[in-house]
């Protein structure tokens, strides 16, 4: 019931959202959430820690970019594109890395991810280079609903990134989610019950990619353009802050991690300026000039103080308070 009641309060706010702040940046916040979950399906349900999702991100954002601007495909079409090469892709790299564990693994996904940067970087007739894909359109679903309006842009991106979030919930309470929480605990144990673990953590890093990408392919959709910060090895680990930050393990934490990240990106300038006019003290002026080092203090706070992320520090302490029992 409580689980319920708090989905239901956070579609509630979710709903009332653009009607007080700016969709397009809510729409992105909502974006970069989803690739939040997609990478937490991955490290905190079958423990694989991937340096490798930016490759998903941005490389399926190229895919619909071009498969709207260049191809001329419906929205619809482009982003079910931009989903599949993100499953191909991570198909791809998982089989390559999958049976490789530990620091191993990791750094094997690495280095798939940074062969996609150089790729991307050097396929200037596809991605633009170190220019970027720009000036892509929004076009419309289904020929009525037009994506340039920016409310129902948001609405749109809303409604997919609550299905995924859905289907994210529905795999893990499935028999495969507890197949997967099994390989995380004790890897050699499924082992001994007869799981084919392999098997089981490929269909999980596909799974993982394909709605990385079909976040990636919304950004690009809400945002007209992509570029090669998205294919950088740094959008991975900025992924993987948002998760530690807001809870690994938990299906809310690395969404509020990523509105945390997100909005400091954005927005510690502007804070800044206005705690300068109110205190009159200069140096606020320039602390969004120190963005990488302040989400840096978070991190480091989060390392020390909150070990399970926010989300899990909560879920952690309301499990220990003591329940009152009748006289």
């Known amino acids: 019931m409580n689980k319920t009641l ?19 940046f809510l729409a992105k916040l909502l974006c970069f959430a989803l690739f939040a979950c997609a990478f937490n399906l991955l490290i905190g349900f079958t423990g694989l820690l991937s340096f490798g999702h930016a490759a998903f991100f941005g490389g399926a954002g190229y895919v619909v970019g071009n498969a709207l601007k260049v191809w001329g495909w419906p929205v619809e ?6 989903l599949l090469s ?23 996904t ?20 170190e220019d970027g894909l720009q000036g892509v359109p929004r076009g419309s679903v289904l020929g009525m609903i037009d994506l340039g309006n920016d ?12 299905g995924a979030f859905a289907l994210i919930v529905r795999t893990v309470h ?36 394909a709605l990385a990408g079909l976040a990636g392919g919304l950004k690009v959709l809400v945002q007209g353009f992509e570029t090669l910060t998205d294919v950088h090895w740094t959008m991975s ?3 993987v802050l948002m998760t530690l930050v807001g809870g690994m393990g938990t299906l809310a934490g690395p969404i509020l991690g990523a509105v945390i990240i997100i909005m400091l990106e954005n927005k510690l300038g502007d804070w800044g300026i ?25 991190f480091i706070i989060c390392v020390l103080a909150f070990r399970r992320g926010i989300i899990g520090e909560f879920l952690a302490w309301s499990r220990k308070k003591p329940v009152a029992r009748p006289a």
């Open 6 to 24: 708090g989905y239901s309060l956070a579609l509630a706010v979710a709903l009332a959202a653009p009607f007080i702040g700016y969709p397009v």
């Open 174 to 209: 499935s028999p495969f989610g507890q197949v997967l929480m099994a390989i995380k605990e004790n890897e050699p144990r499924a082992i001994s019950l007869g799981y084919d673990v392999d098997k089981y953590k490929l269909l999980a890093f596909v799974l993982s990619a």
């Open 274 to 298: 206005y705690l300068s006019s109110v205190s009159g003290i200069e140096w606020f002026t320039t602390i969004g000039e120190a963005v990488n080092m302040v989400v840096g203090l978070i």
């Open 237 to 239: 680990g900025l992924v």
């Open 77 to 82: 079409l482009s982003l079910f594109m931009g």
């Open 151 to 162: 409310l129902l842009l948001y609405f749109f991106v809303l409604a997919l990134a609550v």
């Open 110 to 129: 690495l280095a798939l991810a940074q062969m996609v940067f150089f790729i991307a970087l050097r396929a200037g007739g596809f991605t633009g280079g």
């Open 86 to 108: 993100g499953a191909g892709l991570g198909l791809v790299m998982g089989g390559l890395a999958i049976r490789r564990q530990g620091i191993y693994f990791s750094m094997i």
